[in-house]
């Protein structure tokens, strides 16, 4: 089976842009989670979806939304984009919803705020 | 609220030595503890997951251990190896996964 692959690989983008980042998880996953990963913060959950659906949420405010479509695949989009949103942007797929079982992760794009 | 702590936070050995790297959390509520590995500007691949009834879990080289009721984890490796050099992260199971922050190994030869 193919990984999880994440679109684009790299971004720059300027302070007040808006940018959508895309994430296709492993065929047959129905739960994908997003990540940031900043060298300040580490990793830290932004959200997860399963069947459509946002199952949970992170502590990161509106700026940031997803939504999951009918075929899993996963869209997050960052509004109003901030220096500090500038990180590595990691999801993540599995079968179930929640945490319960392994995590395949993609291998992230990496944003750039100017 | 649920902290992660890695010790240490960088570790530089010769290959061949066996290695633990220590995981410890503030809070005993969780569903599973799981390891994983970061290679430089990549994404995360997972190594090992222990359930919370579980004491520990083993893969080739690799021995994870859990003790839930005192808040810790730990990861052997076995004769290590260049190749295990990278970023290791553990993270815990409440309500979404937590991360800790990472023990970054150098195997030289």
């Known amino acids: 089976k193919a990984g999880v692959t994440q679109t684009p690989r790299y971004l720059i983008k300027t302070r007040g842009q808006q940018v959508t980042l895309s994430c296709s998880p492993i065929s047959g996953h129905r739960s994908v989670s997003w990540y940031q990963q900043t060298p300040g913060q580490g990793l830290q959950f932004l959200f997860e979806y399963f069947s459509e659906t946002q199952r949970n949420k992170g502590n990161f405010p509106g700026r940031f939304s997803g939504r999951q479509f009918s075929n899993s695949r996963s869209e997050m989009n960052v509004s109003t984009l901030e220096l500090g949103d500038s990180a590595l942007y990691l999801c993540?797929?599995?079968?179930?919803?929640?945490?319960?079982?392994?995590?395949?992760f993609g291998p992230g794009t990496r944003l750039l705020v100017l | 609220k649920q902290e992660v702590t890695q010790i240490p936070a960088a570790l530089s050995v010769p290959e061949g030595e066996n290695l633990v790297l220590n995981c410890s959390f503030t809070?005993?509520?969780?569903?599973?503890l799981q390891w994983f590995r970061q290679d430089p500007g990549k994404g995360l691949t997972s190594l090992l997951l222990?359930?919370?009834?579980?004491r520990e879990q083993t893969s080739g080289r690799l021995n994870a251990s859990l003790d839930k009721s005192s808040g810790r984890s730990t990861l052997y490796i076995a004769a290590s190896q260049p190749g295990d050099s990278a970023t290791y992260l553990c993270?815990?199971?409440?309500?979404?996964?937590?991360f800790g922050t990472g023990t970054r190994l150098q195997v030289f030869p």
């Open positions: 993540a797929s599995s079968f179930y919803e929640g945490f319960q079982e392994t995590q395949y």
């Open positions: 809070d005993s509520a969780i569903y599973n």
């Open positions: 993270a815990v199971y409440p309500d979404k996964l937590i």
């Open positions: 222990i359930q919370s009834s579980q």
